[in-house]
């Protein structure tokens, strides 16, 4: 089984560049090591192999939401975005920004996203598109509070100190 369950991480996050075995994982989120160092990552990954996940940077004692869709945006610019789960809706503005050799967005508002994250069942995102339509995904909750909590807890253990949304 972990065999089958690194298989699996492997080949759904290759393109992000991070480790082939999971550190943990929780339901549907794995914690996995950055390649780039200690950082980690806690994330989940849809059927269309769209992935959402909060990254604790070590270094900068900071952690970040980011969201990979298959959508293609310009680096350095805000997108708007419709936040949907079945406790809540809210807005939030994204950065883009590139990501081994992809397009990622950071999710700006990070302790309101995160409120959101924290919840059970699915959570969805739509995006409005240049033909006026919204692109839409969606992602299970189930496992992320755990996951994100894991990663958190190792970035203080490691700096020390506090980390900051």
Known sequence: MNRLIAAVVFLAFSSLA?????IKVFGDWAVIRAA?????????????????????????????????????????????????????AITIQTSCRNSAGSHELVLDDQSKIHEVLKQEGLVGF??????????????????AYEAM?????????????????
Do not use: W
């Open 36 to 88: 780039e160092g200690s950082d980690l990552v806690a994330l989940t990954r849809n059927n269309d192999g769209n992935y959402i996940g909060l990254r604790c940077f070590v270094g900068e004692r900071k952690c970040v939401h980011v969201l990979s869709v298959d959508f293609t945006c310009e680096v350095g610019m805000s997108y708007p975005m419709l936040v949907g789960s079945s406790v809540s």
């Open 18 to 22: 991070f480790a082939v075995e999971p």
């Open 126 to 143: 739509a995006m409005p598109m240049d033909s006026g339509l919204f692109k839409v995904v969606r992602f299970s909750l189930n496992g």
């Open 149 to 165: 909590g894991y990663v958190k807890k190792y970035t203080i253990e490691q700096v020390g100190s506090e980390v900051f949304l």
